[in-house]
């Protein structure tokens, strides 16, 4: 099994900042990791997704130049650096990881096998 656990949430001002964490641990293998997010009455989005090796990453156009994912190895942590928050940002983030066979990664939902139960930003007008 994988475990995944998300924190950083919080209450941010539109404009602000915030830094998300997705914390790994078990023993099954992956080689990516992607953030997801889902608003009040919608469906689950994709937002940025990273490989473990290589580094390739790919965001979502709604926060491309807003929103970097990186990652540590040694800590077996992936970031969400968000700036420049707005409103619509609002929503559960969720991390995921799987296995993929490319060398790049997807924001593609059915793609991940494995998640994190989710913490909450909130991001005021």
């Known amino acids: 099994q994988l475990q995944l656990v998300e924190s950083g949430g919080g209450l941010v001002s539109h404009g602000g900042s915030l830094r998300l964490s997705c914390a790994a641990s078990g023993t099954v293998d992956y080689n990516q990791v992607a953030w997801f997010r889902q608003a009040p009455g ?44 707005k409103p619509e940002d609002t929503g559960v983030y969720f991390c995921a990881a799987t296995y993929g066979h490319y060398s790049y990664c997807t924001i593609s939902e059915r793609s991940y096998a494995y998640w994190g139960q989710g913490t909450q930003v909130t991001v005021s007008s």
């Open 42 to 85: 919608k469906e689950r989005e994709g937002v940025s997704c990273i490989k473990n090796r290589g580094g390739a990453t790919a965001h979502a156009d709604s926060v491309k130049g807003r929103f970097a994912i990186s990652r540590d190895g040694a800590k077996q942590t992936v970031y969400l650096q968000m700036n420049d928050l």
